[in-house]
């Protein structure tokens, strides 16, 4: 979208470049921006010592002097697919997992791979097929990276792609594993400092039984899963 407005995602992406003492040239490169839009910016509010993204933003709506509201998006919308009951589809799975907790665009980015038949896109076709900024697609991917749901791998073209596999719910499972660990012993520390005696101390004690016995169910139903192999089934596939 080098042509197009900037978004409220990309100024902050540009504030947070100047924070980290980057040249117009090297956050234009990461944006997939021209530098000389990107040095407009910020010339245009303030320069580098002063520019805030909120501020900035603010100051374009107002220069545009929009008399309308914008209409709102489909729910569907943004998934860079023709037919419509696929992009309903893709909207609910979004939806699903951003019921779980996951962030709403880690959410689209995970599902975007999902829908595809090879599994990983590059960030510039991510950014085309959910229509956000490039700034948006980099921290999505890299809080993915971080929780182990998708890794990077370079293309023919020397392009980063973005990737799953068949694994990438089982490692899903072991994260939310690992985290029950983290509060299982945070229940049982606070059961020590309040008195197992008392009801809150109670209470804390039964939740950490609870949150070990959940975890240790969860790895070894992936264990389970994984030691039937491809021939594995369930009682409601039958």
């Known amino acids: 979208m080098p042509g197009g407005r900037l978004a409220l995602e990309e100024r902050e992406f540009i504030a947070a470049g100047l924070a980290d003492g980057w040249s117009y040239t090297e956050i234009a490169r990461r944006l997939e921006r021209p530098a000389s839009t990107v040095s407009r910016e910020v010339i245009r509010n303030g320069g580098p010592g002063r520019y805030r993204a909120d501020r900035a933003h603010r100051a374009t709506v107002v220069r545009a002097r929009r008399g309308r509201a914008p209409q709102p998006a489909s729910p569907a919308a943004g998934f860079g697919m023709d037919d419509e009951a696929l992009r309903e589809f893709a909207a609910r799975f979004a939806e699903l997992l951003v019921f779980d907790g996951m962030p709403r665009m880690q959410a689209r980015v995970l599902t975007c791979l999902h829908l595809t038949d090879s599994g ?6 991510l950014v085309r097929r959910l ?7 980099s921290t999505a991917v890299g809080a993915l990276e971080k929780r182990d749901l998708i890794r990077r791998e370079r293309d023919s073209a020397r392009r980063d792609r973005y990737c799953i596999d068949d694994r990438t719910w089982y490692r899903t499972t072991l994260n939310l594993a690992r985290a029950s660990e983290a509060k299982v012993r945070a229940a049982r520390r606070g059961a020590e400092i309040l008195g197992p005696a008392t009801p809150a101390g109670a209470r804390l004690t039964e939740i950490g039984r609870y949150l070990d016995y959940l975890g240790s169910e969860m790895v070894q ?3 389970r899963w994984h030691a039937a192999g491809p021939s594995r089934s369930h009682p409601a596939d039958r």
């Not at 229509?131 to 697609?137: D, E, H, L, Q, T």
């Open 120 to 125: 990983s896109l590059t960030a510039a076709e």
């Open 131 to 137: 229509g956000v900024s490039p700034a948006s697609i």
């Open 221 to 223: 139903a992936v264990e």
